[in-house]
Every structure is written in structure tokens, then in C-alpha cells.
């Protein structure tokens, strides 16, 4: 429930659908330019271009904001606006939620599943914008020399995103900062006990510049 209206919350921007639209038109452009570039998939290029126009028709067809529906829900409105108070969901402050705790959990699933899908559109968009972008480099091995790692951005390609990636059982995780003129990495030693401190040890990784 408080991710449902987490999200919720930040649906509450009008600039969402646009901004998602913008991405999906953006990609679409750079896409169509690779048409006529011999070493591309034809059949794959096709199906990722019907993909592009298809969700821009539904999220141009859908009309207002996305989710309006459930703003308008008074049971999900009375448990938020309790939420961000301390123990304001208790059951004596909220007695309507919490009757609905007690229902069967498969019964409560199928309500939070049918909630959810008002954001299948908006989700199914954001997920083919990430994976597009995620995919449209290949990863490179780098060392950052003392866990540190720095390196300029080329300002006529811009960079969508960074990706950072080290094998799962490493004792390292990585603190990515930035600016469009180059951006840094930093590994760092866990400590459940104390903070976090940059380790000393060479740190190979893998490191993807995603540019689309």
C-alpha cells in the first residue's frame, strides 16, 4: 500500500505523460536515422519502431492525468493523508483500512493488482525507454585505482546514463556522482556499524556509457 501511493504521489506531476512522450518521440528519431545503416537488424529496427509509435498513439489517445481515478478514491485518499503522520494508520485512526487488512490476502492481492494497472501504460512505456537505453552500449572493463574512477563526458555526445556493475559477491558498491562536463566513481566498503569509507584497493568493474 505505501508504494501504490508512492507512486500515486508522483503521478500527482502534470508533466509525467508529456515527458514520457517526449523520451518515446526522442527515440523514435534516433531510430528512424539508423534505417538506412546496412548492419542493422531490419526485422528488429521494425518491430522497436511499431513498439515507439503504438505507445505514443495510447498515451496521446489517453485523456487528463494518469491515475485520476485513484485520486478520486476516498478510501486510498483517507489512508494517505494519515500515512505521513506517526502511527496515524492505526487501526482506531483508520478503521476502514484496516477491515480491508483483515480481508483474505488473495482478495487484497486482486485489489492492489487492479489499482496498479492504471499505470500499466506509463509503465510499459518507461520500461521500453530503460531498456533501449540500457542496451544501446556495449560494457567496457576499467580499474578505478584506490576505488576511485574519474573521466571526462565528450559535450557533443550527450550521456543518458551510467551504468556501474561488479560481481555480486564483491565487498565494494559504488557512489556515482557527475555533471555533463565528466563524473566520478567512488567503491566503498560496507559497514553496518559505522559509515562507509572508500576502500584502498583496486576495484575492476564494468562500466557502460548508454548514449541513444
Not at 25 to 47: F, I, Y
Not at 76 to 96: K, N, T, V, Y
Not at 105 to 117: M, Y
Request: aromatic letters at 8%; hydrophobic letters at 40%; glycine letters at 4%.
Amino acid at each position: 500500500m505505501s508504494c501504490l501511493l508512492d507512486i500515486l504521489s508522483i503521478f500527482s506531476r502534470s508533466d509525467l505523460k508529456s515527458e514520457v512522450l517526449k523520451e518515446l518521440e526522442r527515440h523514435t528519431a534516433n531510430l528512424t536515422a539508423m534505417q538506412s545503416n546496412p548492419q542493422v537488424d531490419r526485422d528488429k529496427l521494425a518491430g522497436i519502431m511499431r513498439q515507439l509509435d503504438t505507445l505514443s498513439a495510447r498515451l496521446h489517445a489517453h485523456r487528463g492525468q494518469i491515475a485520476q481515478a485513484l485520486r478520486q478514491n476516498e478510501f486510498l485518499m483517507s489512508i494517505q493523508q494519515r500515512s505521513s503522520i506517526a502511527g496515524g494508520s492505526c487501526a482506531f485512526d483508520l478503521p476502514a483500512y484496516f477491515h480491508w487488512l483483515q480481508r483474505p490476502a488473495p482478495e487484497r492481492v486482486e485489489q492492489l493488482l487492479e489499482w496498479f494497472s492504471v499505470f500499466d501504460l506509463i509503465r510499459t512505456g518507461v520500461e521500453l525507454i530503460l531498456e533501449l537505453t540500457r542496451q544501446s552500449s556495449t560494457p567496457v572493463r576499467e580499474i578505478a585505482k584506490g576505488g576511485f574512477f574519474q573521466q571526462n563526458l565528450p559535450t557533443n555526445l550527450p550521456c543518458q546514463m551510467m551504468r556501474v556493475a561488479v560481481p555480486r559477491c564483491s565487498p565494494y558498491f559504488a557512489e556515482i556522482s557527475g555533471s555533463k562536463h565528466r563524473f566520478t566513481v567512488r567503491f566503498l566498503e560496507a559497514s553496518v556499524n559505522g559509515r562507509a569509507s572508500q576502500t584502498s584497493e583496486d576495484v575492476e568493474f564494468e562500466l557502460t556509457r548508454c548514449v541513444l
